[in-house]
């Protein structure tokens, strides 16, 4: 019979299972457990970092009862479930996210404070997880959290890279300089483990990384040989090559106001044996160890390139070893309902973040009808109906292609089944299309070439169910441009938009708890309900006209000014003028993301402030600009203008003349906790992308919803921002995307030198050529990719930019109704709330539905 379940005295069980800790004496009680056992201290020597530890612990022990609840039920109610597989999951801190989330902020802050501590040195303590470069990871992260949050059975999938995006560090010249970011070298204490924590801090010693789930591994092969059988059955033999192991680290993602706790599993690898015995025998222990070595090696480092592929087989691996664990893993857990396989796709949806993941088409082929057996008919039925590919970005560099030569030697049985796909998939479009071998040409998933190249975009777009952008514009242009061929062929109902949104939790109620009271005052609704339905914010409209209320708005936007400032002055012991308007621009150095506009425009501001006399200066509103963001290591140019903002901040900040009207500051190694400081103290914030190149932006929501305005081009989601809070409360300005084309064409056809076309810019080129910020000629590559093609539009769009610059000014002017851009603007962000982007995708993509874990725990039956 059935063995008896629970074991023993099932009184017994249920007297000491404990469920979650909801009051401070029981949250106290649990912290200093974990002070006087995990960490094996005492109270006498416990310091912040300690405390830090020991409410991380506790709050972990938490959500691992929610968590088990949540996939027990999961597993038990058989739902359809979506995974989100991303090469980049850009989570930044997690202490302060999980407390609010559970709904336990105070309570264990009452506890921290009981035991002699302050709940935010506390929360100072965690290190970012930063296990990505920018928009792409973020937009992962907000997308857990809000799946977990709107209680739908998602899961992430990722890497553990040993190390995230570099540190960085500025010189004293002015240059980038890269550190490695190795975060786990203290405990991460937010991985769940089946086996203790052991760890004995204030040894100094921090022991290995945590510990790995032992009971959840799989093997992952790479090079060797695949056969194709003799029959014609289309299998193939794959031997032989290198075996690595994946190992699952369990990440908790908990849900807003409700026990539901998502899953994030980080894959690391490790060799498949220490040594290979092999060898080993043979005598030849170094490549024995060597092989353990490429093993580790595959989940060491995130690439820190954004929008660039470089072609390097370790990035492939990473690519392969990740989509291969994933898929076994979602396949072990679809096999543990006795389903046929053919009801995969009921069951299961892949949405691909961008094309890194799209190996895991030929991988499920390859599984499905090398392993299971099915015939190719049926296996591409099941793949065209399980995924789903998001794109990111339409600039061509960013555009996955993989050498043939390369795919064939490390993965030679997905190269064959690559082939065959684009040989079915040619054949049906000659059939639609017959005799347009140029046609042919331009859709084929194989480039033509020395080396060959595979299409990672095209494979991703014939191998989904869907496909989409993340803003309308990007969405069109992603069906008018790279794949315009496979909209006229497959239709264009594949083809559709899903807008990005971010999570209000840690862009509102976290980062700006004052602004999150004042609208839970205001709107007479506890958090709970608005921070998950954040439409709600449109009732704060009225509210703009109440002086009072417009007080307490510019009052705490006042005091985030006042907390930005104490940061600089802790991290770059540099006072700022908080009394001065605050201008931001935080985001990945790129060339099409106009830095370079920006810094120019503080030139011709401090140029033109120069000329005034004091009188006419004494009118001025003073303005602080902040940059922050990091810089591909190899960009050279992306480099240098980082170097300039550095070098033109030095010269503006110590001129008498000018510095009490305008001071410039780069805060180095830009991270998901500094822009949770500096996003709230924004009065305004810079998106000026060239038109058509920025697909979505994320960051111009989080300010917008702080109450920051929006200074930017018509592009990505600045336009639909713009349509939700009113194109008069933005500050719009250049080129629209349909002119872009011509305007790059008159650029290399018919130059007009920009002394003529652009004389304001031109003299700030001359300045900085000139020497004004130390030796010009270092900046002559920046310079000259102005003078020559200016690729990404400048010198057109220069002048509109420093008009829209002046009607900033002059609105700020106006106080009173500065205040009431700032409310509306808040009070219409409701669109982009990442809530309501997941549930875009659950409802028009992967048809999931909700699952509410119940409130009280059903542990004991199993
Ligand atoms: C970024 C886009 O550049 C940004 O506009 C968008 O908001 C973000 O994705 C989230 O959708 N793309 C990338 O970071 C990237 O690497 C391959 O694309």
Same mark, same amino acid.
């Given at each position: ?21 909801t ?98 040195? /506390? !929360?100072?303590?965690? &290190? ?7 928009? @792409?990871? =973020? *937009?992962?992260?907000? #997308? ?10 998602v ?41 203790? /924590? !052991?760890?004995?801090? &204030? ?7 945590? @510990?790995? =789930? *032992?009971?959840?591994? #799989? ?61 080993f025998?043979?005598?030849?222990y ?33 690519q ?37 993941p ?25 793949v ?23 795919m ?58 869907k ?26 109902s ?112 401090y ?47 110590a ?14 190694d ?22 058509g ?47 872009v084309e ?27 050529s ?15 990719t ?49 809530d ?26 199993g």
């Open positions: 019979g059935k063995p008896k379940w629970p074991r023993g005295d099932e009184k017994a069980w249920k007297e000491a299972m404990r469920d979650v800790d009051d401070t004496p029981s949250i106290t009680r649990s912290i200093v457990s974990h002070v006087q056992t995990s960490l094996a201290r005492q109270a006498y020597n416990l310091d912040d970092f300690g405390a830090y530890q020991a409410a991380a612990l506790s709050v972990r022990d938490n959500l691992i009862l929610n968590w088990n609840e949540t996939q027990l039920g999961y597993t038990k109610r058989e739902p359809k479930r979506a995974y989100y597989l991303s090469l980049e999951f850009l989570m930044g801190r997690t202490l302060d996210n999980a407390l609010l989330n559970l709904g336990l902020k105070d309570q264990y802050k009452d506890g921290v404070k009981q035991l002699g501590f302050n709940m935010e040195d /506390v !929360l100072e303590q965690e &290190r970012d997880a930063a296990l990505g470069n920018g928009g @792409l990871g =973020r *937009l992962a992260a907000c #997308y857990l959290d809000s799946s977990a949050s709107q209680e739908l059975p899961w992430g999938y990722g890497l553990r890279y040993r190390y995230g995006i570099f540190q960085q560090l500025i010189s004293p010249e002015g240059n980038q300089l890269e550190a490695p970011d190795p975060w786990l070298e203290m405990q991460n204490p937010w991985e769940a483990s089946h086996l203790p /924590v !052991l760890q004995h801090a &204030r040894l100094d010693i921090f022991l290995p990384p945590q @510990l790995p =789930r *032992l009971d959840v591994t #799989y093997e992952v092969r790479f090079y060797g040989n695949a056969d194709r059988l003799p029959d014609d059955s289309g299998r193939a033999l794959w031997h032989g090559g290198q075996e690595v192991l994946a190992v699952a680290y369990d990440v908790m993602i908990p849900g807003c106001y409700t026990r539901n706790t998502n899953n994030l599993r980080l894959w690391e690898s490790k060799p498949k044996r220490g040594f290979d015995l092999n060898s025998n043979a005598g030849d170094e490549r024995a160890v060597e092989s353990s070595n490429s093993a580790a090696a595959i989940t060491s480092v995130l690439y820190p390139n954004d929008h660039t592929t470089f072609g390097k087989e370790l990035r492939l691996k990473q392969y070893f990740w989509t291969a664990a994933s898929l076994q893993d979602i396949l072990r857990r679809f096999k543990n309902m006795d389903k046929p396989i053919t009801d995969f796709p009921e069951y299961v949806s892949i949405q691909l973040n961008d094309t890194h799209t190996l895991a088409i030929p991988e499920l082929m390859r599984i499905l009808i090398d392993e299971e057996e099915l015939s190719w008919n049926t296996a591409w039925h099941i065209t109906n399980t995924f789903f590919y998001t794109n990111h970005t339409v600039l061509p560099e960013a555009l996955e292609k993989w050498p043939v030569p390369l064939e030697h490390l993965l030679p049985r997905h190269m064959q089944i690559i082939y065959d796909i684009n040989l079915f998939f040619l054949q049906a479009v000659e059939r639609k299309y017959p005799g347009d071998r140029d046609r042919l040409g331009r859709m084929s998933l194989i480039e033509e070439g020395f080396p060959k190249h595979v299409r990672m975009a095209y494979l991703a777009c014939i191998g989904s169910r496909v989409n952008g993340v803003a309308e514009l990007h969405s069109e242009l992603v069906r008018t441009t790279i794949l315009k061929d496979f909209v006229e062929f497959e239709g264009i594949k083809f559709g938009n899903v807008t990005n949104g971010i999570t209000p939790r840690r862009w509102l109620d976290q980062c700006n708890p004052e602004l999150s009271a004042l609208i839970s005052k205001t709107l007479k609704l506890e958090k709970s309900v608005w921070l998950k339905d954040l439409y709600k914010l449109k009732d704060l409209l009225p509210f703009a006209e109440d002086p009072h209320f417009r007080k307490e708005w510019a009052a705490i936007k006042q005091r985030n000014k006042e907390r930005l400032a104490q940061h600089v002055k802790t991290f770059l012991g540099l006072e700022v003028n908080t009394k001065a308007m605050f201008d931001v621009q935080i985001k990945r150095l790129h060339e099409y993301k106009r830095q370079n506009l920006n810094i120019f425009g503080v030139i011709h501001r140029l033109a402030i120069k000329k005034m006399t004091p009188e006419e200066r004494k009118k001025l509103n003073p303005r602080v600009v902040f940059f922050a963001g990091k810089a591909a290591p190899a960009y050279y140019i992306a480099k240098l203008t980082i170097r300039l903002i550095v070098n033109v901040a030095r010269v503006i900040n001129d008498p003349d000018t510095k009490d009207y305008l001071s410039l500051y780069f805060l180095p830009y991270s998901v906790s500094v822009a949770e400081i500096l996003i709230p103290a924004s009065d305004i914030s810079q998106h000026i992308s060239t038109a190149t920025e697909a979505s932006g994320t960051s111009n929501m989080k300010f917008c919803l702080n109450g920051g305005l929006l200074v930017g081009t018509v592009d990505g989601a600045n336009i639909e921002i713009a349509e939700e809070v009113g194109e008069n409360n933005v500050f719009f300005f250049g080129h629209l995307a349909p002119a011509e305007l790059r064409y008159q650029h290399l056809y018919h130059p007009v030198p920009i002394e003529e076309k652009c004389p304001a810019l031109a003299n700030v080129l001359n300045q900085v000139g020497g004004l910020f130390g030796d010009g000629s270092v900046y002559e590559p920046l310079l000259s102005i003078r020559q093609g200016d690729y990404y539009l400048l010198s057109d769009d220069f002048d509109s930019y420093i008009a829209a610059l002046a009607m900033v000014d002059e609105a700020y002017l106006d106080n009173t109704e500065w205040v009431k851009k700032s409310i509306r603007t808040t009070a219409n962000m409701g669109k982009f709330s990442s309501r982007a997941i549930n875009e995708y659950a409802e028009s993509y992967w048809n999931l539905e909700a699952i509410k874990v119940p409130t009280t725990s059903n542990f004991l039956t």
